[in-house]
């Protein structure tokens, strides 16, 4: 089974968000999720100001690319945007990337660790029980 390699989508986000823009930023961001996992990197490089309602934001847009078994993650974050969203915990939520393509690479990446082990495991496991066995 062949697996297609689905587009990253990079949007860019503007210095400041008042309410008309993140309604109109969150209303563009819907109509370009209308595909399953949707795969999204938010240029943070132009954000001056970042505050509570602003994470807030940030925080629904990622709920409505997790509904649809996607994600978002971060990338080029200014230093002090970067502290509101460790003061707001949200960097536990979001992946951080230093750059656009660093983020939008690792959506293609296999994940290693513990997603892994098992499959790991009872490989060897098998290989073991069946190692004492004449071919």
């Known amino acids: 089974?062949?697996?297609g390699i689905q587009p990253v989508g990079i949007k860019q986000l503007p210095e400041?968000?008042?309410?008309?823009?993140k309604?109109?930023?969150f209303r563009e961001l819907k109509s370009s999720?209308?595909?399953d996992r949707?795969?999204?990197v938010f240029d943070c490089s132009r954000i001056r100001r970042l505050d509570r309602s602003d994470v807030l934001?940030?925080?629904c847009c990622l709920e409505e690319a997790l509904k649809r078994n996607g994600d978002?993650?971060?990338a080029a974050v200014p230093a002090r945007a970067r502290a509101i969203l460790e003061l707001n915990r949200a960097d536990r939520v979001f992946e951080i990337f230093d750059s656009n393509a660093d983020a939008a690479n690792s959506f293609h990446q296999v994940p290693a660790g513990p997603l892994l082990q098992?499959?790991?495991a009872e490989s060897s496991h098998r290989v073991s029980q069946n190692a004492g066995l004449p071919h």
Do not use: E, G
């Open 33 to 35: 999720m209308s595909i």
């Open 38 to 40: 949707p795969s999204i």
């Open 118 to 120: 098992p499959f790991v």
């Open 16 to 21: 400041t968000l008042n309410k008309r823009q």
């Open 23 to 25: 309604r109109l930023f």
């Open 72 to 74: 978002i993650k971060l």
């Open 57 to 59: 934001h940030l925080l």
């Open 1 to 3: 089974m062949a697996i």
